[in-house]
């Protein structure tokens, strides 16, 4: 017994600073593999993660004003954040940059699929049953209101105009999970002007396979335009055209009658 507890001794001796270093190692990476950053106030906080989906090739991605890398090839790309708010912005050649503020809370994930509008607009004209469909369309729509409004977020959020403002208004049907900026609480909610712009606004609608975002109308000019209304909100234009009056067919697309011509906006 006295041997051994000899032989311990001695290796402990011997190996002393290599093995406080293998402590040190354990004692720093026993946290981290387990999703714990050090966070504000040198605190010890478990992140979350957020994952960016769909991502074209050549992205550049940046995190709270902080350059974090460009995508090789398309996919998701997913990041570890520290809980709290985060801008984001993807900036992909031949687009728009898209921008977002994303809550993030620690040990969960949040997916989202940026929005990618062309600054080069993809369109297709209309001709024959198609044309027909899209003019009666354009013709019979009009602005969501309070009564008949857009229901978005998984049909959480009322979405309608009023006076030349975008209104978002929480449901509180049960299983509904409104947005968050639309409530400070669980059970504190109240209506949300999304956009109020000086111009009058001509077409409302929502954006094709979409429950976070719109398509509006203005100054002859379609824009997207995110749900979410806190800074960075993000705003697109999709086309130009002359006096553009747009309707939305059953399956969601957009549709578009101007002075020349009708089609649809492949978005």
């Known amino acids: 017994m006295n041997t051994l507890l000899s032989q311990i001794r001695s290796f402990v001796r011997k190996h002393f600073f290599a093995t406080l270093a293998l402590i040190v190692v354990i004692i720093i990476a026993v946290p981290y593999l387990l999703g714990y950053r050090i966070g504000p106030g040198i605190k010890l906080e478990r992140v979350g993660t ?8 050549q992205a550049s991605i940046i995190i709270d004003q902080n350059f974090t ?31 977002a503020l994303v809550p993030i809370t620690s040990a969960k994930t949040v997916q989202i699929s940026p929005i990618f509008i062309s600054e080069h607009p993809n369109v297709t004209l209309l001709s024959g049953a198609e044309k027909d469909v899209a003019v009666q369309t354009v013709a019979s729509s009009t602005l969501p209101s309070k009564t008949a409004p ?3 977020a998984n049909g959480c959020a009322a979405v309608y105009v009023d006076n030349n403002q975008i209104i978002a208004e929480a449901k509180t049907a049960p299983g509904c999970t409104p947005p968050p900026f639309l409530c400070d609480t669980a059970t504190s909610c109240s209506p949300t002007a999304i956009f109020s712009p000086l111009p009058t606004l001509s077409g409302v609608a929502r954006f094709p396979g979409r429950q976070d975002a719109l398509v509006v109308e203005f100054n002859n000019v379609l824009y997207a335009l995110d749900l979410d209304p806190r800074t960075p909100q993000f705003f697109a234009p999709i086309l130009g055209a002359t006096n553009p009056k747009m309707g939305t067919l059953p399956d969601g697309t957009i549709v578009v009658q101007n002075d020349a011509s009708v089609f649809r906006i492949n978005l």
């Open 150 to 152: 857009l229901l978005l």
């Open 50 to 57: 957020l994952d960016l989906v769909n991502v074209p090739a």
């Open 69 to 99: 890398r460009t995508t090789k090839k398309p996919g998701d790309a997913t990041y570890e954040l520290l809980n709290g708010s985060h801008s984001v912005i993807v900036s992909v050649p031949g687009d728009f940059p898209w921008n």
